[in-house]
């Protein structure tokens, strides 16, 4: 039975309502302006809102809200949508605004209808400006750039920043707040709740940040990765993600993973967790970095993995603050250089994290005030730079701030904040 037209209009006047009487956290974006876009990222990122910052930049530039046409496929009232009631949509909007005027289109969770990607295409062939978000339990970026092609232009959507989470707390940095002992405590008092309890948009308004954060990973952790992909051991796939958060520092191999679960009295196959730890790539719950100095099958099979967010990292851990430091370190690189740009290095020495556009070798420590730290971060960054001349030397730290100098090498230790604010 097709869907009630009826319904469909209700849905549509109810969305632009909501959208005219939004007040949203913008975030810093550039949108292109005849580009169809497709927003992937973590559950709950903030995907949605991005179509909502659309809109309302568009409203503001004149476009009429009747030349919108905005679907949330996960209104209850559509349940029962599928691929032959998509074009109704459409059909739905031109007789409500008596026009043929093509409108500018956002589709919210269009992957809840099968064949979505078949209506989609043909939308953006036709000329249609398109805006898309899916979950990630059925639309993934290598999905999307399969099934798309060059048509869309695919966007990551990582958590808030720590200046958007500012902005999102309403915090201004005045100038020379660094100064100014008040200023500064708003600020630290602002990085410590987003260190450990990360930069999801929601956990900005909760108080019991700790739960809604279980809450959350329970959903990406159940639909994302078990449900999408059949696994019927989903006990297994905990322990497994577990496991990744408790070595999240160190380089780890599926050999490791596999013989770690055996000891809990689980049989599994190093196939099996390769596949496990793909899934959780996928559903954008880890980030996996590779040993730039490792031959190509071992940068395959032995890998280090940072989770998206240090708030579900924090879930797994009890003594968290060292991970969480190099895991919140690793997520700001990413972001800000791309994974293509970033790798550890491991040989007979290792740093942590080397940007080779940036001529930049860094190693994370939460303190170097005990001497054997101080010596085993200093020796790695001292013997690959009589290597590598010229390469940048950073230490960076929670608090801790000064310059070492060490044959004829500068090596910066600079606190986490600092380090932030600099970039």
């Known amino acids: 039975m097709s869907i009630n037209k009826d319904v469909v209009k209700q849905c549509i006047m109810d969305k632009r309502e909501e959208i005219l009487s939004l007040e949203i956290v913008h975030r810093p974006f550039v949108f292109e302006e005849n580009a169809n876009y497709v927003f992937v990222g973590l559950r709950r990122?903030?995907?949605?809102?991005?179509?909502?910052?659309?809109?309302?930049?568009?409203?503001?530039?004149?476009?009429?809200?009747?030349?919108?046409?905005?679907?949330?496929?996960?209104?209850?009232?559509?349940?029962?949508?599928?691929?032959?009631?998509?074009?109704?949509?459409?059909?739905?909007?031109?007789?409500?605004?008596?026009?043929?005027?093509?409108?500018?289109?956002?589709?919210?969770?269009?992957?809840?209808?099968?064949?979505?990607?078949?209506?989609?295409?043909r939308l953006a062939d036709a000329k249609y400006t398109v805006y898309v978000t899916g979950s990630n339990a059925k639309m993934l970026s290598s999905d999307v750039a399969t099934t798309l092609g060059g048509r869309f232009l695919i966007c990551d959507i990582f958590p808030y920043t720590f200046f958007e989470y500012l902005n999102a707390k309403s915090l201004e940095l005045?100038?020379?707040?660094?100064?100014?002992?008040?200023?500064?405590?708003?600020?630290?008092?602002?990085?410590?709740?987003?260190?450990?309890?990360?930069?999801?948009?929601?956990?900005?308004?909760?108080?019991?940040?700790?739960?809604?954060?279980?809450?959350?990973?329970?959903?990406?952790?159940?639909?994302?990765i078990c449900a999408r992909n059949n696994i019927r051991n989903s006990r297994v796939m905990g322990l497994t993600i577990k496991k990744l958060a408790e070595s999240v520092k160190q380089p780890t191999s599926y050999n490791r993973i596999q013989n770690i679960i055996k000891s809990t009295g689980n049989n599994i196959t190093v196939g099996t967790v390769a596949e496990y730890i793909d899934y959780a790539v996928n559903a954008w719950l880890i980030m996996p970095l590779e040993?730039?100095?490792?031959?190509?099958?071992?940068?395959?099979?032995?890998?280090?993995?940072?989770?998206?967010?240090?708030?579900?990292?924090?879930?797994?851990?009890?003594?968290a603050e060292t991970s969480l430091l190099e895991n919140?370190?690793?997520?700001?690189?990413?972001?800000?250089?791309?994974?293509?740009?970033?790798?550890?290095?491991?040989?007979?020495?290792?740093?942590?994290?080397?940007?080779?556009?940036?001529?930049?070798?860094?190693?994370?420590?939460?303190?170097?005030?005990?001497?054997?730290?101080?010596?085993r971060e200093t020796a790695s960054l001292i013997q690959f730079a009589k290597k590598h001349p010229d390469t940048r030397l950073l230490i960076i730290t929670m608090s801790e701030a000064e310059n070492i100098s060490l044959e004829n090498q500068t090596i910066e230790v600079i606190p986490v904040l600092d380090w932030l604010m600099s970039l």
């Not at 008092?189 to 987003?194: E, H, L, M």
């Not at 579900?312 to 851990?317: A, D, K, M, S």
């Open 291 to 319: 040993n730039g100095l490792a031959k190509i099958s071992d940068r395959e099979t032995v890998k280090k993995y940072y989770f998206i967010d240090n708030g579900i990292l924090n879930l797994f851990l009890t003594d």
């Open 45 to 121: 990122v903030g995907k949605t809102y991005m179509l909502y910052q659309r809109v309302l930049q568009l409203l503001a530039a004149g476009i009429s809200i009747k030349d919108i046409l905005f679907v949330n496929f996960e209104d209850e009232r559509l349940s029962e949508i599928n691929s032959d009631d998509l074009n109704t949509i459409l059909e739905v909007h031109y007789e409500m605004n008596g026009t043929d005027t093509k409108p500018i289109l956002f589709f919210d969770e269009i992957q809840i209808v099968d064949h979505w990607d078949k209506f989609v295409r």
């Open 328 to 375: 919140f370190v690793a997520v700001t690189l990413f972001r800000k250089y791309g994974h293509d740009n970033l790798c550890y290095l491991k040989s007979n020495y290792e740093i942590d994290f080397y940007l080779e556009q940036k001529n930049t070798a860094i190693q994370v420590s939460y303190s170097i005030a005990d001497i054997d730290t101080r010596e």
């Open 174 to 224: 005045p100038d020379n707040w660094q100064h100014s002992t008040i200023e500064k405590a708003k600020v630290s008092a602002a990085f410590n709740d987003y260190f450990h309890f990360g930069g999801l948009p929601e956990t900005i308004y909760f108080k019991d940040k700790r739960s809604l954060l279980q809450s959350l990973y329970q959903k990406i952790y159940l639909g994302d």
